[in-house]
Structure formats: structure tokens, C-alpha cells
């Protein structure tokens, strides 16, 4: 998987969260950015884009803002924490694009996110601690919006509800008698797991195999009649 990763304000290059997409088998792009002109960082930002055509764009704060303002094509956005209130002028993103935010962030308010992410139609996924979004669990969330946007996947919508809440949980929902089940990636044993709706109607978590013990993010939908979709990944 190819993708275009854009790092944010006084950021440089090879940071902890391109690294981690890259040992997990990306082909990540990574230009420098200048910190100073926005649309100078701007055309750095297109011009490597131009150059290699990734299928997915992860900005990151400043960067979010930046890819916000590209001429991205058909290519998948990912944003984290995106500071598009303080840089740039394009205010809305396309419906289909994931977009990361901690409540704890103390740079960029998350209700940015919120008010972003119902604007454009985007999913908000709430994860991490703080701006830098660099936990082992915000990381493991940034790749599998990743993963999943460049198989031309997107999230499932609701109205009522504008972004979804992630959570770390290891085996400690509330029994139902309803279930669903999966393959975990790592054992390939096919493993059932408990529905929750009172959870929400879209819910991210991660989860350990009873099998194998290895994490697995795990996201489900509930539609309007209460039909539930899961899909697993390996952390």
C-alpha cells in the first residue's frame, strides 16, 4: 500500500507514526515540509503527490490541513487531529474520509473534528490520549483507517450519529445473546464475539483472540434494524 504521509508543525520526516505505517509494509512518501509558508509546504506536499500517486493521504495536524487543500484525486484521506481551523482555507472534506482526534487534545480542540466530520459527512473516530496520537493504540487505528480506505472501503454512516467512538477493551463487554464472528489474522480460528447495541451504532475496539491471545481491531455497525457488520484486522 502506497500512501502519502504529511507530518505536522515543527515535525520532521520519519517520525514515530510514518515509521510504524512503514514497518507494518507501507510504501510511505514522507517529504519535508517547510514550517514556515503553508503554500509553499503545499506544493512540496503536491508535487510528491503528483510524482507517486498514492491510494490513501495521512495528514497529521498541520499536515491534515494541507492535505485537506490538495488536488488529491480519487486517493483516501486519513487525518489526525487536523488543524484546518488555523491553516488553509478548504474547511470541508470529502464524505468517505477517516479522521482521528483525541478529547484530550490540547492543540487542536477535538469539537473541530466533530463539527468537521458532520459538515463533510466523515467518520471521527475518537482514540489516543493527547495531540500526538503516538500510543500503541492510536497507531494500530491510523493503520487499519489506512488499510481499509485503500481497498476501497469506506465506514458505514449514520445519521444520528456523526463519529464513532473507539475504545480499548480486551473481553469485557456485556453478554448478548446475539454474536457475531470473525478469523482472527493471526491463528485463523474463527472466534465469536458477544453484540452490544446499547454500545452504540458503530463501535472500534480492540480485542484479544481467547485463541492466540493477539490483538485484533474490530469494527462494528448496527444498521437502522438493528443487523449487525463486523470486520477484524490484526493490530
Not at 73 to 100: E, H, Q, Y
Not at 162 to 167: D, L, R, V
Not at 208 to 226: L, R, S
Request: aromatic fraction near 6%; glycine fraction near 8%.
Amino acid at each position: 500500500m502506497k500512501l502519502l504521509f504529511l507530518h505536522g508543525w515543527h515535525s520532521v520526516p520519519g517520525g514515530v507514526k510514518p515509521s510504524y505505517l512503514q514497518a507494518h509494509g507501507c510504501d510511505v512518501i514522507n517529504p519535508k515540509l517547510d514550517d514556515d509558508d503553508f503554500y509553499q509546504a503545499l506544493r512540496a506536499a503536491q508535487d510528491a503527490f503528483d510524482a507517486h500517486k498514492p491510494r490513501v493521504v495521512v495528514g497529521c495536524s498541520r499536515g491534515g490541513a494541507i492535505a485537506m487543500n490538495m488536488e488529491t484525486c480519487d486517493a483516501k484521506l486519513v487525518l489526525l487531529c487536523p488543524a484546518w481551523s488555523k491553516w488553509g482555507v478548504t474547511k470541508s472534506v470529502r464524505a468517505g474520509t477517516i479522521i482521528l482526534h483525541s478529547r484530550g487534545d490540547k492543540k487542536i480542540p477535538y469539537n473541530d473534528s466533530v463539527g468537521l466530520a458532520r459538515e463533510s459527512s466523515a467518520t471521527l473516530i475518537e482514540v489516543g490520549a493527547d495531540h500526538r496520537l503516538a500510543d500503541s493504540q492510536s497507531l494500530s487505528v491510523m493503520l487499519w483507517a489506512c488499510q481499509l480506505l485503500a481497498t476501497g472501503d469506506q465506514l458505514p454512516l449514520v445519521d444520528e450519529e456523526p463519529y464513532a467512538q473507539t475504545k480499548t477493551r480486551k473481553n469485557t463487554r456485556r453478554p448478548r445473546n446475539e454474536g457475531a464472528s470473525y478469523l482472527c489474522d493471526s491463528c485463523g480460528e474463527s472466534i465469536v464475539v458477544p453484540l452490544d447495541l446499547s454500545e452504540g451504532s458503530t463501535q472500534t475496539y480492540i480485542e484479544d483472540c481467547p485463541v492466540c491471545c493477539c490483538p485484533n481491531i474490530i469494527h462494528v455497525h448496527f444498521d437502522e434494524h438493528g443487523n449487525a457488520a463486523l470486520d477484524a484486522k490484526a493490530e
